[in-house]
């Protein structure tokens, strides 16, 4: 049978450098050397957030164009639709519109912009009207200057 003895908790720590005394490790445990740890690149945090945030910020305004757009074609139909005497000039109206888009230089744009918004203040006779068919064509005009400034 195996002696055992039983040790207060007072004699734990000499106990246990009796055995570890007693006992020697093999040369790889005692010199055991860490190798060495290949460089890790830092991640550009920092980098990375301002990029999310200007794309959330490029998506927000995105959004809130379409939203506008969206608006104004809604207010476009309903224009149109309670235009009873003068629907045909108003639908003249959006066709002279949209040919701004067919602009070949700024100059050409702004001349058809100026036209436009002659046409809209003479022709119709609300100010709802006036106001709905404005903002439409500048919008319009809004979109079209920076691309031909762009050289698209």
Known sequence: MA???FLQNSDMP?????MLSQRTLPDSLT??????????????????????????????????SIEEN??????????????????????EIFTDILSIAKAK??????????NVSEKITSTTDTVDAIMKLTGWATTVYKIVVPL????V
């Open 14 to 18: 000499e106990a246990l450098q009796k």
């Open 148 to 151: 031909l400034q762009s050289g």
């Open 105 to 114: 230089n700024k100059e050409e744009a702004d001349g058809l912009f100026k």
């Open 31 to 64: 010199h055991f050397q860490t190798p060495s740890m290949p460089k890790i690149e830092q991640i550009p945090i920092r980098e990375h957030f301002e990029k999310t945030e200007e794309y959330q910020k490029r998506s927000l305004e995105v959004l809130k």
């Open 3 to 5: 002696d055992y003895t």
């Open 70 to 91: 969206t608006a104004n074609l809604s207010s476009i139909v309903d224009l149109i639709n309670h235009s009873n005497e003068n629907q045909d000039q108003i639908i």
